[in-house]
């Protein structure tokens, strides 16, 4: 037994070799035509769709094993906005709109133009590559929602009817991946995008490739490119950190560190919404909660019921008063049992066994004798909220701060594309696909006419004198405890309230981490290395996260934002983006206007005049 530290010592006290030949500092050099950097849901349809151009060469790097990797690898059990589907009843630019206006403009309307236009047409797409997607084995018939002419299964969220199309998430990781191969995209896995190398090392100028580390060997890999589309997703860990916990405890994975947006605003791109920041509230391995109940967000259908067996108002109806003066006991129970037949089964079997989390847990309960048509599930909600308020996350749910982007999903640097959940505001699942599909045709389009990338010596020889720094050291700190220290400071000083004192002394401590505590940061394999590296890239996008916030004078209720020494909310001066962009190594701080895409349906339309729909080839 080696897994525990006791256990190794009975082993001899040997520390295990690490299993891979090390290859420091030795070079590989790749020339492609479109690389696409994340290979997750965006990335996977990024690289699909570039390929489909004829004679543009595509190549995918993934940090980790495309097969399964990123948030939607494991599964998904809804599409949204799929607004083309002849089973929705709101015409997509509307449908887009009005996402926009519930976020009170702070959405990224040209991602959910994208989506809700182009999302069916994915979803159709991907099920003719072999993924499931509708009820083709009689599964479901009666069940809510089920359509028994199209055998989709449209699914009822958040109480929007008509809004979302059920899948089977499992099947789609796979299944994206084969087709990237039979298209011939050549995908490097286990290989960490660490740059972006502008044209001739000009910083701001086109990008012109990117460089990786392998995780396994510490090869360096320079991949020299004529556009570089960008899929590494958001950021998890800033505030929050932890490794003990078994599963995630950010809702998103530690592999989600941020490394796009700071690969692009280091290369000179902008940033914005960096300021955004929730709690965590849903599944995490702080709260011991498989989704039970009305007073969770996911699987809202399940009702709730007080140890009574008194039913509990839907939503985050139960308040602190109501249980203290005995209207409700404790604990709280999702109430399978008293679900209709058809909302259990969709539940059950299509939810808790498509989506990534529930899968595992749903294993769990059925093999330890759980049945949902006779037992009640206690339902862990905590009643005086959901989580401490330093115990945030820009990822609380998806739209939060990413690369700023035009409406071919280019970014403000000539050359660089992005997709998914790397950009500003970003959705879910069937948003990823659409927008990855988008961009991936832009910048094949792009790619198509443009010249070879001229790289420069010199940006190489620094980028490697950076990602192997850690390698140089014996001793010092490891990335555990810099991540502890880095995500302790955002808890002190940038969390539920805010004032430009607090926010100073945050950006003193993060740039006293930079100065005195990031060269002793020591790496002893590839993987720690991978971790130190992803560490500063936290560490940066913490740094940006508290320029956000001191540029933004005003509090803001979609932001999640409350400066006390600037109490009044979204006064309208306010409601606009605020940028960041490295610019002569200083951050420069500019805005973007709410609704700066325009005319919706007239910009999608004249930017895709020579779009064709779903792929016939
Ligand atoms: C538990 C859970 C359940 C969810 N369920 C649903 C659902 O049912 N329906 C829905 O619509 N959405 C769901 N979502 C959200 C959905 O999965 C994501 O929005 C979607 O996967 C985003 O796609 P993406 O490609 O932007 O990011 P991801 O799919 O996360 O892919 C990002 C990829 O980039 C890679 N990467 C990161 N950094 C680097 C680097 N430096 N170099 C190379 N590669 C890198 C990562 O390894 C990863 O593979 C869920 C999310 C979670 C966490």
């Given amino acids: 037994m080696t897994s525990s530290w006791h256990g190794l010592m ?19 050099e790749i020339e492609t035509d479109v690389l696409v950097i994340g290979g997750g849901i965006a990335g996977c349809w990024a690289a699909l769709s570039a390929a489909r151009t004829k004679g543009v060469r595509v190549a995918l790097v993934e940090k980790a094993a495309t097969v399964r990797s990123g948030a939607g690898g494991p599964g998904g059990d809804h599409w949204d906005y799929a607004m083309t589907c002849p089973l929705m009843k709101v015409d997509p630019f509307v449908q887009c709109q009005n996402i926009i206006d519930g976020q009170s403009g702070y959405s990224n309307g040209i991602g959910h133009a994208i989506e809700c236009q182009e999302g069916y047409d994915a979803f159709l797409e991907i099920e003719k590559m072999g993924a499931k997607m509708r009820d083709t084995n009689d599964e479901f018939v009666g069940a809510p929602g089920r359509d028994d002419k199209t055998k989709l299964v449209v699914a009822s969220r958040y ?32 290989i960490m995008g660490t740059s972006l190398l502008n044209e001739r090392g000009i910083h701001g100028a086109r990008v012109a490739g990117a460089t990786g580390v392998n995780t ?15 899929a590494t997703a958001g950021i998890g860990s800033v505030w929050v950190f932890n490794t003990e916990l078994a599963g995630i405890s950010t809702f998103r994975s530690r592999n989600a560190s941020g490394d796009g947006t700071v690969m692009a605003y280091r290369a000179g791109a902008e940033v914005t919404m960096m300021e955004k920041s929730g709690l965590l509230y849903l599944g995490t391995g702080y709260k011991h909660k498989i989704d039970s109940g009305g007073n969770d967000p996911v699987f809202e259908n399940v009702p709730s019921v007080d140890d009574n067996g008194k039913a509990l108002p839907p939503g985050y109806g139960v308040s602190r008063d109501a249980v203290l003066k005995g209207e409700f006991s404790l604990p709280f129970w999702g109430d399978f049992p008293g679900m209709s037949e058809g909302w259990r089964k969709i539940n059950w079997d299509l939810g808790y066994q498509e989506e990534s989390t529930a899968l595992a847990m749903r294993r769990c309960f059925e093999e330890a004798g759980y049945d949902p048509t006779k037992d009640l599930m ?8 959901s989580m401490p308020a330093h115990f945030r996350s820009p990822d609380s749910m998806n739209d939060r701060g990413g690369v700023v982007v035009d409406w ?65 050291r014996k001793e010092g700190i490891e990335w555990k405890e810099l991540h502890a220290g880095m995500a302790r400071m955002m808890q002190y000083f940038c969390s539920e309230y805010k004032t430009e004192k607090l ?10 981490i930079e100065e005195d505590f ?26 940006l996260i508290i320029r956000g916030s001191l540029a933004r004078k005003a509090s803001s209720r979609p932001l999640n934002f409350q400066r006390i020494d600037y109490p009044q909310m979204d006064p309208p001066e306010w409601k606009k983006f605020i940028t960041l962009k490295l610019v002569n190594g200083k951050v ?14 007239e910009n999608y339309e004249a930017h895709n005049k020579d779009y064709k729909g779903v792929y016939a080839g």
């Fill in 10 to 28: 009975e082993n001899g006290g040997r520390v295990p070799e690490w299993p891979y030949p090390v290859r420091y500092e030795q070079e590989q």
């Fill in 159 to 190: 109480g929007q009817e008509n809004n979302s199309l059920r899948f089977w998430g499992t099947t789609v990781k796979p299944t994206l991946k084969k087709e990237c191969e039979r298209l011939g995209v050549r995908i490097f896995d286990r």
């Fill in 216 to 230: 396994r060997t510490g090869e360096f890999m320079i991949f020299k490119a004529k556009a570089v589309i960008l």
């Fill in 378 to 385: 206690m339902n862990h909600t905590l009643i005086e909220g």
């Fill in 408 to 472: 071919n999903l280019r970014t403000t640097l000539e050359g660089l594309y992005a997709a998914g959940e790397q950009m500003f505001a970003p959705a879910a699942h069937g948003y990823a696909a659409a927008t990855g599909r988008y961009a991936g045709r832009k910048a094949a389009a792009y790619a198509s006419g443009a010249s070879r990338p001229v790289i420069s010596r010199e940006q190489i020889v620094r980028e490697k004198a950076r990602v192997y720094a850690p390698t140089k």
């Fill in 503 to 512: 926010l100073n002394m945050g950006l003193d401590a993060l740039n006293e």
């Fill in 518 to 543: 990031v060269p002793k940061l020591y790496a002893l394999d590839p993987h720690k290395l991978l971790r130190s590296l992803e560490d500063l890239n936290i560490l940066t996008f913490s740094q």
């Fill in 588 to 601: 420069e701080v500019g805005d973007l206007p709410h609704g700066y895409w325009g005319d919706l349906k």
